[in-house]
T-cell receptor, first 114, second 114 residues
Framework: QKEVEQNSGPLSVPEGAIASLNCTYSDRGSQSFFWYRQYSGKSPELIMSIYSNGDKEDGRFTAQLNKASQYVSLLIRDSQPSDSATYLCAVGDAGGTSYGKLTFGQGTILTVHP | ETGVTQTPRHLVMGMTNKKSLKCEQHLGHNAMYWYKQSAKKPLELMFVYNFKEQTENNSVPSRFSPECPNSSHLFLHLHTLQPEDSALYLC?????????????FGEGSWLTVV
């Protein structure tokens, strides 16, 4: 049973701070990793994807991947109240024929307070 | 606007009713999916279609019946559902056959079974 674990939170940070969201996964052969943001009552939207060990930066967001530790994280710099949402970690199956078979974590609720 | 359109957005149905959810993607993708999101549970993959052929049925009860007439349209036919089937049903699409390809979600259909 492939598992993706996230701290459900809620994680509360002050405006302007760095929010750190963490995710661990059980399938060592996983090859693709995604962070989705989901506002209440809305569908998930892609924030970041990462496939190789190390850091990947996009604006205020940085995804970090450590395959040896089976760990992926998302850092949000200069957090804004509009970042308040549930953040979903998703992990893709190994192999080139896995059609979007993402395993999702339960999500971490982030609250950014003014 | 995500390029994946779902209708209806909200549906209330009795346990003896038959209804259908519709999804259309305008992204030129080859693969389409149904995911289920229940309260307090991670997103669950239900079905995968690639070039309108079903490639994955994630042990979904037969009261859920998918139909994919072409690569742009996907339906989920519902009959004799149970109250525990009440959830957000998300359609998604992706470009190719690898889980490395990003999946894009529609806005979802909120289903309530009474």
């Amino acid at each position: 049973q492939k598992e993706v674990e996230q701290n459900s939170g809620p994680l509360s940070v002050p405006e302007g701070a760095i929010a750190s969201l963490n995710c661990t996964y059980s399938d060592r052969g996983s090859q693709s990793f995604f962070w989705y943001r989901q506002y209440s009552g809305k569908s998930p939207e892609l924030i970041m994807s990462i496939y190789s060990n190390g850091d990947k930066e996009d604006g205020r967001f940085t995804a970090q991947l450590n395959k040896a530790s089976q760990y992926v994280s998302l850092l949000i710099r200069d957090s804004q109240p509009s970042d308040s949402a549930t953040y979903l970690c998703a992990v893709g199956d190994a192999g080139g024929t896995s059609y979007g078979k993402l395993t999702f974590g339960q999500g971490t609720i982030l609250t950014v307070h003014p | 606007e995500t390029g994946v359109t779902q209708t209806p957005r909200h549906l209330v149905m009795g346990m003896t009713n038959k209804k259908s959810l519709k999804c259309e993607q305008h992204l030129g993708h080859n693969a389409m999916y149904w995911y289920k999101q229940s309260a307090k549970k991670p997103l669950e993959l239900m079905f995968v279609y690639n070039f309108k052929e079903q490639t994955e049925n994630n042990s979904v009860p037969s009261r859920f019946s998918p139909e994919c007439p072409n690569s742009s349209h996907l339906f989920l036919h519902l009959h004799t559902l149970q109250p525990e089937d009440s959830a957000l049903y998300l359609c998604a699409s992706s470009q190719g056959p690898s889980s490395g390809n990003t999946i894009y979600f529609g806005e979802g259909s909120w289903l309530t079974v009474v």
